[in-house]
């Protein structure tokens, strides 16, 4: 099991920059592929960046390619989000995801309860 809590959310204006953390606790933090979704309101969660176990790889998703940059730190079993030049499209519930898979079809998900990015024009 792991436990993820995200925090450093808030209210920002658009072009300002907010730092989103995930402090997990539990098993082996860098066992795990860490990453974040968001939720607009009326929309689907989606995919916004990830990071693989060592850090080494980052991927993220084409909307916030050049403005959000992710990455960890395995000694504090943390993840982070720098999300710079925000615009209000940005608004949404921010969730930390952690990953482990065996095979394709099978391992382990776990998320965050979310905190709340809301960017004012």
């Known amino acids: 099991q792991v436990q993820l809590v995200e925090s450093g959310g808030g209210l920002v204006q658009t072009g300002g920059s907010l730092r989103l953390s995930c402090a997990a606790s539990?098993?082996?933090?860098?066992?795990?592929?860490m990453g974040w979704f968001r939720q607009a309101p009326g929309k689907e969660r989606a995919f916004v960046a990830d990071?693989?176990?060592?850090?080494?790889?980052?991927y993220y998703a084409d909307s916030v390619k050049g403005q959000f940059t992710i990455s960890r730190d395995n000694a504090r079993n943390t993840e982070y989000l720098q999300m710079n030049n925000l615009k209000p499209e940005d608004t949404g519930v921010y969730y930390c995801h952690a990953e482990l898979r065996w095979s394709p079809d099978s391992g382990e998900d776990y998320w965050g309860q979310g905190t709340q990015v809301t960017v004012s024009s």
């Open positions: 539990g098993r082996t933090f860098s066992s795990y592929r």
């Open positions: 990071i693989t176990r060592s850090g080494s790889s980052t």
